[in-house]
């Protein structure tokens, strides 16, 4: 069982940068990857970054290098560096992790609550 709580959403101007986290609790073995996804007003939930316990990272193609994903393994934390930020970026986003509850047992999908990140012009 994980626990995700995201935080460090806000409301920037255009341009401007924003630092999300995500931190995980709870009785897990380990966390195999942890990811985040967002969905904007009117849209359906859609895929913005994730990373893999080895490090391996995956973006989606609306982020045009502008987000680095990245990982504390120590803290079970999962962070989003957000720079260069657009008005079509304003969206709930939201922390997800894959986790397993003992050694063998299957990966199982944890989400957040959401955080609100909102882009003016």
């Known amino acids: 069982q994980v626990q995700l709580v995201e935080s460090g959403g806000g409301l920037v101007q255009a341009g401007k940068s924003l630092r999300l986290s995500c931190t995980a609790s709870?009785?897990?073995?380990?966390?195999?990857?942890m990811g985040w996804y967002r969905r904007a007003p009117g849209k359906e939930r859609e895929l913005v970054a994730v990373?893999?316990?080895?490090?391996?990272?995956n973006y989606a193609d609306f982020v045009e290098g502008r987000f680095t994903i990245s990982m504390d393994n120590a803290k079970n934390a999962v962070y989003l560096q957000m720079n260069s930020l657009k008005p079509e970026d304003t969206a709930v986003y939201y922390c997800?992790?894959?986790?397993?509850?003992?050694?063998?047992?299957?990966?199982?999908?944890?989400w957040g609550h959401g955080t609100q990140v909102t882009v003016s012009s």
């Open positions: 997800t992790t894959g986790a397993r509850g003992a050694r063998f047992s299957p990966v199982r999908d944890y």
């Open positions: 709870g009785s897990f073995f380990r966390i195999d990857a």
């Open positions: 990373i893999f316990e080895g490090g391996s990272t």
